[in-house]
């Protein structure tokens, strides 16, 4: 998985361009990268939200 991950960053650094772009597009494009890799490798991500108390 290490490996994927370090193919996620490098994709997401070799890019110029989406420097400038806005945090929200540039968050997304990381998201896909490592939904993608985590998809091949039969992993599912999900966000677990914490319950507001009160």
């Known amino acids: 998985?290490?490996?994927?991950?370090?193919?996620?960053?490098?994709?997401?650094?070799?890019?110029?361009?989406?420097?400038?772009?806005?945090i929200k597009e540039r968050a997304l494009a990381a998201v896909g990268l490592l939904q993608g890799a985590a998809n091949h490798r039969g992993i599912s991500l999900k966000l677990n939200r914490k319950s507001k108390k009160g």
């Open 1 to 22: 998985m290490w490996a994927e991950l370090r193919t996620v960053m490098a994709t997401l650094t070799s890019q110029p361009e989406r420097m400038e772009q806005p």
